[in-house]
């Protein structure tokens, strides 16, 4: 099973911007369209935050925002919030027909 | 809204069979417009997705290679649920095993999650 590749952990001050990037290869990330993003807080199920590159469910927050060029895709979350705080994982559809998840990513808001 | 609520034993022996069930509510398990997904998470191999099953006029299901040889999800329509077996299982198997619906290639929603342990 191959991961795709978080930075263990990213922090920052209330209001400031963070950027987390996942790292993936030309069979997942780089070859689809299918890049989503999941917060999880501890005990809780993961949370759909980004689908399809950059597109946010209903409900989420517009400080949440995604993108992708080439195999990296990059969740950013602006106006960093103490609630923000928490594991966050991306995810990318793969051509072996299956998904891949990414290493994780905590945040910490100083 | 869509709600999973999953159910199965918390402990498992090694070398047995791990069964654990996902019922859902505010869809079926026969839409076509999704899919029904099994994925674990372990502190040491982190989230990896196990497999699905859909409807699309006939039930497909679609296995990750790494436990391809022991693993069986099937839907069950009378109660709107479906089921994940995974076989021979060893303590290299202990996760908590959470369904989720595939909507867009994604997972938008999730079930609460079942811990379980593979011991003797």
């Known amino acids: 099973q191959s991961a795709l590749t978080q930075p263990a952990s990213v922090s920052g001050s209330p209001g400031q911007s963070i950027t987390i990037f996942c790292t993936g290869t030309s069979s997942d990330v780089g070859g689809y369209n299918f890049v989503s993003w999941y917060q999880q807080h501890p005990g809780k199920a993961p949370k759909l935050m980004i689908y399809d590159v950059s597109n946010r469910p209903s409900g989420v927050s517009n400080r949440f925002s995604g993108s992708k060029s080439g195999n990296t895709a990059s969740l950013t979350i602006s106006g960093l919030q103490a609630e923000d705080e928490a594991d966050y994982y991306c995810s990318s559809y793969a051509n072996t027909i299956s998904y891949f998840f990414g290493t994780g990513t905590k945040v910490t808001v100083l | 809204q869509v709600q999973l609520q999953q159910s199965g034993p918390g402990l498992v022996k090694p070398s047995q069979t791990l069964s654990v069930t996902c019922a859902i509510s505010g869809d079926s398990v026969s839409t076509i417009s999704a899919a029904w997904n099994w994925i674990r998470q372990s502190p040491s191999r982190g989230l990896e997705w196990l497999g699905r099953?859909?409807?699309?006029?006939?039930?497909?299901?679609d296995y990750a290679v790494f436990v391809k040889s022991r693993i069986s999800i099937n839907p069950d329509t009378s109660k709107n649920q479906f089921s994940l077996q995974l076989s021979s299982v060893t303590p290299e198997d202990t996760a908590i095993y959470y369904c989720?619906?595939?909507?867009?290639?994604?997972?938008?929603?999730w079930g609460q999650g079942t811990l379980v342990t593979v011991s003797s």
């Open positions: 099953i859909y409807y699309r006029s006939r039930w497909h299901k």
């Open positions: 989720a619906r595939e909507g867009t290639s994604c997972f938008d929603f």
